[in-house]
């Protein structure tokens, strides 16, 4: 099977940076597109940044300019970088990824991490 763990949440400051990792292991033949997602207590999951294997990024409007998506092919690892952290950036952090995981089934499946907390402090 698959697993994606993420790492590197905590309690910070307002304005102050944190950078989340997630490593995805286990029954991996490729990985397409790379997200983080986020929920804050008492509302719905929303896409915080996706990058596609080829490098393409894309970002939700609240958090473009202050957050910054990156990926590790050969190590299929996916970080984000979060700068200028506001109180509203507070919430549950999820790493998913679109992942093919034998030669022989063609269809990419997606699998998500169990989140990572990240508190923003005022």
């Known amino acids: 099977q698959v697993q994606l763990v993420e790492s590197g949440g905590g309690l910070v400051q307002a304005g102050g940076s944190l950078r989340l990792s997630c490593a995805a292991s286990g029954s991996i033949f490729s990985v397409g597109s790379m997200d983080w997602y986020r929920q804050a207590p008492g509302k719905q999951r929303e896409l915080v940044g996706t990058?596609?294997?080829?490098?393409?990024?894309d970002y939700a409007a609240s958090v473009k300019g202050r957050f910054t998506i990156s990926r590790d092919n050969a190590k299929n690892t996916v970080s984000l970088q979060m700068n200028s952290l506001e109180p509203e950036d507070t919430g549950t952090y999820y790493c998913t990824a679109l992942i093919r995981t034998s030669r022989i089934i063609q269809a990419f499946a997606r699998f998500w991490g169990p989140g990572t907390q990240v508190t923003v402090s005022s």
């Open positions: 990058i596609t294997s080829g490098g393409i990024r």
